[in-house]
């Protein structure tokens, strides 16, 4: 009977605690009153080097095997990221310079075609022009698939005749006689 | 002996058990209904943001990505409040005087945060993953609603644990394919019902997914 009265006081006892929602934790994006900044999520100290750095900057010398899921992935993600300004063809077109921010070069002249394409990872790490670096929001391999992507891009506008199957030439003389 | 009762007493009683039946039933129904009041659930209301803005505008008129601006939704539990430098990635060069994109460049200058208030939270002790989610093709428009026709972003769903089960007793037809998560429109995908159908089925097997143990309180409390 005791019992049964002491389960009885639980929910009360709970109730008394409240703040249930809000518990005395920090969660990522909480405000702070114990650091300068106000930030919960405090940045490492300069110099710190994370555990998988070595990893990171690896995977940003190491051009990844060219395949068909590295250009899907950089299909994704340059939908993601390149194409609000780049466009979905690469031609610079986006729907941001359309709304006032400096046109960018289309990926289609004849300077970015004979550039190698780590040129392209390059301005996606630090940035180029009033472009920002991307390195905050795209990860290197990411970076390599993107590079590989616009590769894509552009041998799909600036392609010879001769180096088309009997097939696709069929094809297109029936689009473009 | 004296009469304890008076003749009235037995009409009393009833009346006043009445009232208290009535008084019970009064108070479940006021508190239930406060419970799913938008009220309570804060669905549909506004806060007040230090800057007003517009994913009606980022979403629906630029087309811009979800994951452009949430960063993290694909790899980690947050989706990721974006940092400063991302809205100014844009803003340094578009809307550059614009008083109301003023705290944005305060924030640039002084490494301060800019201070938003929160609309989909959470309470503490629920443990949610964004990464899962996505990863298995529950679309963001399912909890988040039509963010591209939001000129100031509310909630859109109630996030009670009765409609966070709702999909985890029964994920199949709630399942997208991933590659097309952050797509805002789905009105067309019942259009071959038996297909979708199936399609939700299918992802169940393929991801391993046992919604028998998605109702597990640990799932969500841990």
């Given at each position: 009977?005791?019992?049964l009265?002491?389960?009885?006081?639980?929910?009360?006892?709970?109730?008394?605690?409240?703040?249930?929602?809000?518990?005395?934790?920090?969660?990522?994006?909480?405000?702070?009153?114990?650091?300068?900044?106000?930030?919960?999520?405090?940045?490492?100290?300069?110099?710190?080097?994370?555990?998988?750095?070595?990893?990171?900057?690896?995977?940003?010398?190491?051009?990844?095997?060219?395949?068909?899921?590295?250009?899907?992935?950089?299909?994704?993600?340059?939908?993601?990221?390149?194409?609000?300004?780049?466009?979905?063809?690469g031609?610079?077109?986006?729907?941001?310079?359309?709304?006032?921010?400096?046109?960018?070069?289309?990926?289609?002249?004849?300077?970015?075609?004979?550039?190698?394409?780590?040129?392209?990872?390059?301005?996606?790490?630090?940035g180029?022009?009033?472009?920002?670096?991307?390195?905050?929001?795209?990860?290197?391999?990411?970076?390599?698939?993107i590079?590989?992507?616009?590769?894509?891009?552009?041998?799909?506008?600036?392609?010879?005749?001769?180096a088309?199957?009997?097939?696709?030439?069929?094809?297109?003389?029936?689009?473009?006689? | 002996?004296?009469?304890i009762?008076?003749?009235?007493?037995?009409?009393?009683?009833?009346?006043?058990?009445?009232?208290?039946?009535?008084?019970?039933?009064?108070?479940?129904?006021?508190?239930?209904?406060?419970?799913?009041?938008?009220?309570?659930?804060?669905?549909?209301?506004?806060?007040?943001?230090?800057?007003?803005?517009?994913?009606?505008?980022?979403?629906?008129?630029?087309?811009?990505?979800?994951?452009y601006?949430?960063?993290?939704?694909?790899?980690?539990?947050h989706?990721?409040?974006?940092?400063?430098?991302?809205?100014?990635?844009?803003h340094?060069?578009?809307?550059?005087?614009?008083?109301?994109?003023?705290p944005?460049?305060?924030?640039?200058?002084?490494?301060?945060?800019?201070?938003?208030?929160?609309?989909?939270?959470?309470?503490d002790?629920?443990?949610?993953?964004?990464?899962?989610?996505?990863?298995?093709?529950?679309?963001?428009?399912?909890?988040?609603?039509?963010?591209?026709?939001?000129?100031?972003t509310?909630?859109?769903?109630?996030?009670?644990?009765?409609?966070?089960?709702?999909?985890?007793?029964?994920p199949?037809?709630?399942?997208?394919?991933?590659?097309?998560?952050?797509?805002?429109?789905?009105?067309?995908?019942?259009?071959?019902?038996?297909?979708?159908?199936?399609?939700?089925?299918?992802?169940?097997?393929?991801?391993?997914?046992?919604?028998?143990?998605?109702?597990?309180?640990?799932?969500?409390?841990?």
């Amino acid at each position: 009977m005791t019992r049964l009265l002491l389960a009885c006081l639980i929910p009360v006892a709970l109730a008394a605690c409240g703040g249930m929602d809000h518990q005395p934790r920090y969660d990522s994006y909480e405000r702070s009153s114990l650091f300068p900044d106000g930030k919960s999520m405090q940045a490492p100290p300069q110099g710190a080097v994370a555990l998988d750095d070595p990893a990171w900057s690896a995977a940003l010398e190491n051009r990844p095997a060219m395949g068909f899921e590295l250009l899907q992935r950089g299909r994704e993600r340059y939908g993601i990221y390149c194409s609000p300004c780049h466009d979905a063809s690469g031609h610079g077109r986006g729907t941001v310079p359309a709304r006032g921010f400096p046109r960018p070069p289309s990926f289609h002249i004849s300077r970015l075609r004979a550039g190698p394409s780590s040129h392209f990872v390059d301005v996606i790490t630090r940035g180029h022009g009033v472009m920002y670096s991307y390195a905050a929001r795209v990860a290197p391999a990411d970076r390599w698939a993107i590079a590989a992507y616009i590769r894509a891009l552009q041998i799909s506008q600036n392609v010879p005749a001769a180096a088309l199957s009997p097939d696709e030439l069929a094809k297109l003389g029936e689009v473009a006689p | 002996m004296p009469q304890i009762f008076t003749a009235s007493a037995d009409t009393r009683l009833r009346a006043a058990l009445l009232l208290v039946v009535l008084a019970v039933l009064g108070a479940g129904l006021l508190v239930g209904g406060y419970m799913d009041s938008s009220y309570a659930t804060l669905v549909g209301w506004v806060r007040h943001q230090p800057v007003p803005f517009s994913h009606e505008h980022h979403v629906g008129g630029l087309g811009i990505d979800c994951r452009y601006c949430h960063t993290t939704v694909e790899v980690s539990k947050h989706a990721g409040l974006p940092a400063t430098h991302v809205c100014m990635t844009c803003h340094s060069q578009v809307w550059t005087g614009a008083p109301m994109l003023a705290p944005v460049r305060d924030s640039l200058a002084s490494g301060r945060p800019i201070a938003w208030q929160r609309v989909a939270r959470l309470p503490d002790y629920v443990y949610f993953n964004h990464a899962i989610h996505v990863a298995r093709g529950v679309p963001c428009v399912t909890c988040h609603g039509r963010i591209d026709r939001m000129p100031l972003t509310v909630r859109a769903k109630p996030f009670q644990m009765g409609w966070c089960l709702e999909c985890h007793r029964n994920p199949a037809p709630h399942l997208r394919p991933p590659e097309q998560v952050t797509r805002m429109d789905w009105s067309d995908w019942n259009r071959r019902p038996e297909e979708h159908r199936l399609y939700g089925d299918l992802a169940v097997k393929a991801y391993g997914i046992e919604p028998s143990k998605l109702d597990d309180c640990n799932i969500c409390h841990r």
